[in-house]
């Protein structure tokens, strides 16, 4: 049985426990993640890789083993995502338009209009532990979204998961990201002087088409892991990933990326001091990054093009930095984070 419960218009504060992102109504959405990224060329020999594209090639690299443009078009969802404690505004992003209690599931569905047309779909339970939202067409300040995503919160806030079935993000300047059959998770653990805390990705599909036309990435699988005990000076992380890559760049051929050993041993220089990062194009170049080369503000990449190896010594700065993962809700410059 549904009854009506609430019809008019009620002006929303977009808001996210779990998101640091400024949500003032009427505050544009998260910055397009790739109106900055320059794509790698070709090498001049018309390798994939080699020795004069490769740096470029590994900021590419190193921007996605860190779920950069993931973790941005998430917090696009998250920032625009109304929980039930919502507050009023005057400088509406969403109106609520219908709120329909529905007794047979004990659930809420909520209807909302966009501030630049469109809908949003809520349905939620009284303890808001598993959500569906349901986007068409959502229009904010330039940003329009299209959506079928779960977010579910395991009590205690141990875990949230969100389960991107269909989510295509189109930004200002033509530039159109999309996530299909994907799963984050982020799972938190506190016992005494211990944190626990993982963020994963799965992703079936990855899509990000701009004027360069478009990047593909596909089967990814990515870990990062924080472990501390008892203080930040014996904070543990590691990061590893798979997936495939297709681009303008790579010419629509595929390119396979691993981390054969995870990259870990996050020293005092705020870098880590091991772990390796691998991509072998189909035209059979490739590079290797290597972070255990006895300095830890270095670290070496091997170049293979045209059946020649070449090998160089990059600092990481020129390089790029691997994410330091900080724990959620705590100042990370006190575990050496700047990221």
């Known amino acids: 049985?549904?009854?009506?419960?609430?019809?008019?218009?009620?002006?929303?504060?977009?808001?996210?426990?779990?998101?640091?992102?400024?949500?003032?109504?009427?505050?544009?959405?998260?910055?397009?993640?790739?109106?900055?990224?320059?794509?790698?060329?070709?090498?001049?020999?018309?390798?994939?890789i080699g020795v004069d594209n490769y740096q470029s090639v590994l900021t590419e690299l190193i921007s996605l083993l860190n779920s950069r443009p993931f973790d941005a078009v998430k917090a696009t969802f998250e920032a625009l995502e109304p929980y039930p404690e919502f507050t009023n505004s005057s400088d509406p992003t969403l109106i609520l338009i219908d709120s329909v209690e529905d007794s047979d599931r004990n659930k809420t569905i909520r209807t909302l209009s966009c501030k630049s047309g469109g809908t949003y779909t809520q349905t939620f339970g009284p303890d808001s532990v598993?959500?569906?939202?349901?986007?068409?067409?959502?229009?904010?300040?330039?940003?329009?979204?299209?959506?079928?995503?779960?977010?579910?919160?395991?009590?205690?806030?141990?875990?949230?998961?969100?389960?991107?079935?269909?989510?295509?993000?189109?930004?200002?300047?033509?530039?159109?990201?999309?996530?299909?059959?994907?799963?984050?998770?982020?799972?938190?653990?506190?016992?005494?002087?211990?944190v626990f805390q993982k963020l994963e990705w799965n992703i079936d599909l990855y899509e990000h088409t701009g004027n360069g036309g478009t990047t593909s990435v596909t089967s990814l699988q990515s870990t990062m892991l924080l472990e501390l005990v008892d203080s930040p000076a014996l904070t543990k992380r590691s990061i590893e990933a798979a997936f495939e890559l297709s681009a303008p760049w790579t010419l629509e051929q595929s390119v396979t990326i691993t981390t054969p050993e995870a990259f870990s041993n996050f020293g005092a220089s705020g870098t880590y001091e091991s772990g390796i990062l691998k991509a072998i194009a189909a035209d059979g170049s490739s590079l290797e990054l290597n972070a255990d080369n006895g300095d830890p503000l270095s670290v070496t990449v091997t170049v293979v093009e045209a059946g020649t190896t070449s090998s160089f010594t990059n600092t990481w700065a020129a390089t790029g930095s691997l994410r330091c993962f900080a724990p959620a809700s705590e100042a990370p410059e006190l575990y050496g984070c700047d990221l």
Not at 14 to 35: E, F, I, K, M, Q
Request: aromatic share 4%; net charge negative.
């Open 1 to 48: 049985m549904k009854t009506n419960m609430t019809v008019g218009l009620l002006v929303l504060l977009a808001s996210c426990s779990s998101s640091n992102n400024d949500t003032s109504p009427g505050r544009p959405l998260a910055d397009d993640p790739g109106a900055d990224s320059i794509p790698p060329a070709l090498s001049t020999n018309g390798s994939i």
């Open 130 to 194: 598993h959500i569906e939202s349901n986007l068409e067409q959502c229009g904010i300040d330039g940003t329009v979204l299209d959506a079928q995503i779960e977010r579910i919160q395991i009590p205690r806030d141990t875990e949230i998961v969100f389960d991107f079935k269909n989510y295509t993000v189109s930004y200002s300047g033509d530039s159109v990201h999309a996530l299909k059959g994907v799963r984050s998770a982020i799972k938190r653990d506190r016992h005494g002087g211990e």
